[in-house]
C-alpha cells in the first residue's frame, strides 16, 4: 500500500510540474534577431554562413540584439514594393550596446532574423546612436500582424491596446 501512495504521489508531481514550471509565462509568438558579421575562423557551433551582398560570409549564432531588447515598432513599405521594412526603438541598455556595436564593427555586415528566417542585411558604415534599428525589407504582413500582438507601435508606448 505504502508503495502505490508513493507512486501516486509521483505521477501526480510530475502531471503538475509543468504548468507549474511554466509560472504562466506568455510564450513569445516572434523573434527579432540581429547577428553581426564575424571571421569564418571562429568556433564553427557559433557561427554559421549566409550570403550577404552577393558573398558567403559567416555570422554569429547568438544575436546582438534580440526581442527582449525592443520597446516598439512601426512599419513601412519597402523600397521594392513587394514587402515591408520595420523600424524599432531600442531600450536605453541595448541603445548603448547598439552604438558601441556600430563603432567597433564598421565594414562589416549585420543581418537581421525573423523567427530565425534572414530577411535582410546591412553594412555597417558609421555609428548608430539614436536609439533606433532597422530592417529595410523583407518583413511580411504575417510578421507585422505578429509584431502587433506582442509590442506596442512608436509613440505608443505604455498604452493598453483596446
Known sequence: MKVHVIVLSLVSLLAFARPVLGGGNKEDKLSVSFHMETEAT??????????????KRFFTRSPEIATK????FNTFPAQDGQDYGVIFKLKGSATNRFSALTTANQGRWMI????????????????????????????????????????PRIGLEGKKKK
Open 112 to 151: 537581421s532574423q525573423i523567427n530565425g528566417r534572414v530577411v535582410d542585411g546591412v553594412l555597417i558604415d558609421k555609428t548608430v546612436n539614436d536609439g533606433f534599428i532597422v530592417i529595410w525589407k523583407g518583413v511580411a504582413l504575417a510578421d507585422i500582424a505578429m509584431l502587433d500582438e506582442q509590442m
Open 69 to 72: 531588447d525592443l520597446v516598439s
Open 42 to 55: 571562429d568556433n564553427p557551433k557559433m557561427i554559421f554562413p549566409q550570403l550577404a551582398n552577393g558573398k
